[in-house]
């Protein structure tokens, strides 16, 4: 771990590699675990406001699912998470042809009909962020429908921080990104 302003760095997110392999996976993230998306607080407003243009993209159980339980929920921990159809898939996700699963929001966003691109959340993956009072946490999360994407990754050479690179500057800003790479390369076996 290192840290950068307020947030803890695990190493983790410079060593390891990643590149999403959708053709592999069919965007499983979206679809398996036990909880929906985590939604930041000041995300739910958004959520809010764009619902009616990212509606025409959902699923009509996505949309049942939503018009049931909100466009996010509160669980009784007090995480802010996209509510899930039956306890599976995120209300969001719909289905390419080749049933791959896809985002509703980021297909609006895509078309140009909303400037959001989805929860930064969902950007971030496979790195996570845990919002402590002093200071932000953030790690790699491993899971397991995701080794075809660690493989992709290798073969490629694409560290995770560069392949979340748009979603990190996202969260931190373009200053902590390059402070970011400046440990990346000292971090970096010398050759």
């Known amino acids: 771990m290192f840290q950068l302003?307020?947030?803890?760095?695990?190493?983790?997110?410079?060593?390891?590699?990643?590149?999403c392999n959708l053709s592999s996976c069919k965007g499983a993230c979206c679809i398996d675990g036990e909880a929906g998306a985590p939604v930041?607080?000041?995300?739910?407003?958004?959520?809010?406001?764009?619902?009616?243009?990212?509606?025409?993209?959902?699923?009509?159980?996505?949309?049942?699912?939503?018009?049931?339980?909100g466009v996010y929920i509160t669980r009784e921990n007090g995480e802010i998470e996209t509510p899930l159809i039956d306890e599976a898939d995120c209300a969001y996700v719909t289905f390419d042809e080749k049933g791959t699963a896809l985002c509703g929001i980021e297909?609006?966003?895509?078309?140009?009909?909303?400037?959001?691109?989805?929860?930064?959340?969902?950007?971030?993956?496979?790195?996570?962020?845990?919002?402590?009072s002093s200071f932000s946490a953030v790690n790699y999360h491993r899971w397991e429908i995701c080794d075809d994407a660690c493989s992709l990754g290798a073969e490629?050479?694409?560290?995770?921080?560069?392949?979340?690179?748009?979603?990190?500057?996202?969260?931190?800003?373009?200053?902590?990104?390059?402070?970011?790479?400046?440990?990346?390369?000292?971090?970096?076996?010398?050759?």
């Open 40 to 69: 930041e607080p000041e995300e739910r407003a958004i959520m809010e406001e764009i619902y009616p243009k990212v509606k025409p993209y959902l699923r009509n159980e996505g949309i049942e699912a939503i018009e049931k339980q």
């Open 156 to 191: 490629l050479q694409v560290p995770i921080y560069k392949f979340t690179k748009d979603a990190l500057v996202r969260k931190f800003g373009e200053d902590w990104y390059n402070e970011l790479e400046e440990v990346a390369k000292n971090l970096q076996p010398k050759k």
């Open 107 to 132: 297909e609006a966003y895509n078309q140009g009909d909303i400037d959001w691109k989805k929860p930064v959340s969902c950007h971030l993956y496979p790195v996570r962020v845990q919002e402590y």
């Open 5 to 19: 302003g307020k947030t803890l760095v695990s190493e983790e997110i410079i060593k390891n590699d990643f590149v």
